[in-house]
């Protein structure tokens, strides 16, 4: 019988860490049915990832995971958990359904709980109330689950969380998939000379984009390339205008599958004021390309030592160093791909989810062969 699995999301809009989930939900295939909430109503971009034939639901009348903390919510929500097998729950915005499995643990199924980093607001510094609100919650789950050592060491020594309910499992790609002549951009054009900076992410705040765009603007052979949507899209434009760079941005929206069009990027760049180990930076090593990058979470850690001097806070010296010199940039992306192989496989990653996931419910062997 197939596993029933509620997913209880802070959003589910197109991005990394939704990304993982739907990759997730598509090597179950039919071990498993789900279920997906989201806390942001209508944010459901990422279900457009989800492969045909996955048995997955997305009701409207379900409780809601945000409003005011209180026993009638909790306990409705509490009451819904009841239906299935395991309940798996992702970052703070579903922080409210481990509160209601704290509180009405009896005959509840087990929870996993996982943290892929901050938003804006936690980006300069965590929350004392938000830490305290995760201390009380998080023991109702039967574990944590974080992609960073950055992350946990905060689940660790921050959250005061038990090193066995901790589980790191890193991000993961299908390297293989990496490398192939890239399908053309709507609105883009590579000319002759030109070089192509890229980027994955969400046009969020936290993603700061305004500050690619200045380290940018000195290289006038440069083109930037920003594959993503978000709120975020007129501030961006408007620093490219104001800096006389408007036709050299491109921003045609989300890409479904990143591999099929990394391959116009010449270096790949992250101008994060927070991340932990993003799936972009795999994405990114695993086509081979050298990296430029503010110096957050795992980001240093996770690229070879050759690739280091070009993580920090001169993130326009380093694009323009890679710019100019194309034996480094290939020198450092065949280096970036050779760890994506190693270290950030997606079998690896999807095996350890499946034996976390497994035990949880105490049905080994249920989620099929890895």
């Known amino acids: 019988m197939a596993v029933r699995i509620l997913h209880c999301h802070s959003?589910?809009?197109?991005?990394?860490?939704?990304?993982?989930?739907?990759?997730?939900?598509?090597?179950?295939?039919?071990?498993?049915?789900?279920?997906?909430?989201?806390?942001?109503?209508?944010?459901?971009?990422?279900?457009d990832l989800i492969e045909k034939g996955i048995a997955v639901e997305f009701p409207q009348a379900a409780p809601p995971l945000t409003g005011k903390p209180s026993l009638e919510r909790y306990r409705a929500l509490a009451g819904y958990m009841r239906r299935f097998d395991l309940v798996l729950t992702y970052n703070w915005g579903a922080i409210d359904a481990v509160m209601a499995r704290r509180m009405f643990a009896k005959e509840l199924p087990p929870l996993i709980h996982h943290e892929d980093?901050?938003?804006?607001?936690?980006?300069?510094?965590?929350?004392?109330?938000?830490?305290?609100?995760?201390?009380?919650?998080?023991?109702?789950?039967?574990?944590?689950?974080?992609?960073?050592?950055a992350l946990e060491r905060i689940a660790l020594r921050v959250?005061?969380?038990?090193?066995?309910?901790?589980?790191?499992?890193?991000?993961?790609?299908?390297?293989?998939?990496?490398?192939?002549?890239?399908?053309?951009?709507?609105?883009?054009?590579?000319?002759?000379?030109?070089?192509?900076?890229?980027?994955?992410?969400?046009?969020r705040?936290?993603?700061?984009?305004?500050?690619?765009?200045?380290?940018?603007?000195?290289?006038?052979?440069?083109?930037?390339?920003?594959?993503?949507?978000?709120?975020e899209r007129a501030a961006i434009a408007a620093e490219a205008a104001r800096l006389g760079m408007a036709k050299r941005l491109i921003m045609p929206g989300f890409v479904a599958?990143?591999?099929?069009?990394?391959?116009?990027?010449?270096?790949?760049?992250?101008?994060?004021?927070?991340?932990?180990?993003?799936?972009?930076?795999?994405?990114?090593?695993?086509?081979?390309?050298?990296?430029?990058?503010?110096?957050?979470?795992?980001i240093a850690a996770m690229l070879p030592a050759g690739q280091r001097a070009f993580v920090g806070a001169d993130l326009p010296g380093a694009l323009m160093r890679l710019a100019g010199d194309g034996v480094l940039r290939r020198t450092l992306g065949d280096a970036n791909r050779a760890v994506a192989k190693t270290q950030y496989n997606e079998a690896d990653m999807i095996a350890a989810y499946k034996a976390l996931y497994e035990g949880a419910a105490g049905r080994p062997g249920a989620l099929g062969d890895s």
């Open 257 to 298: 599958d990143p591999a099929k069009v990394l391959g116009h990027f010449d270096i790949f760049a992250l101008s994060s004021d927070s991340e932990q180990a993003p799936i972009s930076l795999i994405e990114a090593m695993a086509a081979g390309l050298p990296v430029a990058a503010t110096d957050v979470g795992d």
């Open 11 to 47: 959003t589910f809009a197109a991005g990394g860490k939704e990304a993982r989930a739907t990759r997730l939900m598509n090597a179950l295939g039919d071990a498993a049915r789900h279920v997906v909430l989201s806390a942001v109503p209508g944010a459901l971009g990422a279900r």
């Open 117 to 149: 980093g901050f938003n804006a607001d936690e980006a300069g510094g965590l929350k004392t109330r938000r830490n305290l609100f995760r201390r009380l919650a998080l023991p109702a789950a039967h574990a944590l689950v974080v992609p960073s050592a």
């Open 205 to 231: 705040a936290v993603k700061n984009l305004p500050r690619l765009v200045r380290a940018v603007a000195p290289i006038p052979n440069a083109k930037l390339l920003i594959l993503g949507e978000g709120p």
């Open 159 to 203: 959250w005061k969380q038990p090193a066995r309910r901790v589980h790191r499992i890193a991000n993961g790609v299908d390297v293989s998939a990496y490398g192939e002549p890239p399908r053309p951009v709507p609105g883009f054009r590579k000319q002759r000379g030109d070089i192509v900076i890229g980027t994955l992410a969400g046009l």
